[in-house]
């Protein structure tokens, strides 16, 4: 089992910024990739960001190329998310994710979930 506790959410001007943390414990040795996918109300969850644990490459949805920037800390079993200049259409619970297996894109690919943070974002 991996637990997963995100933390860094709250309530942004449009423009801003905001970093999503994500620690991770447990069996994190089985880690493939990480991930963060977001959901907001009426919608699915769709998929944001994700980097592979070994070697470190990343990949983004392309709604948030260019604004958000997905790292990780090996040592801290952390992942980090940098959001800038954040927009309305960006607010929405943040889930981060491990895949034991994948590197995919599709939530189905996930394994074990966070809670989610809330990202508001005001216009």
């Known amino acids: 089992q991996v637990q997963l506790v995100e933390s860094g959410g709250g309530l942004v001007q449009a423009g801003g910024s905001l970093r999503l943390s994500c620690a991770a414990s447990g069996r994190t040795f089985s880690t493939y990739a990480m991930g963060w996918f977001r959901q907001a109300p009426g919608k699915e969850r769709e998929f944001v960001a994700r980097?592979?644990?070994?070697?470190?490459?990343?990949y983004y949805a392309d709604s948030v190329k260019g604004r958000f920037t997905i790292s990780r800390d090996n040592a801290k079993n952390t992942v980090y998310l940098q959001m800038n200049s954040l927009k309305p259409e960006d607010a929405a619970v943040y889930y981060c994710a491990v895949s034991t297996y994948s590197s995919g894109i599709r939530y189905q690919n996930y394994d074990y979930w966070g809670q989610g943070t809330q990202v508001t974002v005001s216009s």
């Open positions: 980097i592979r644990w070994s070697g470190g490459s990343t």
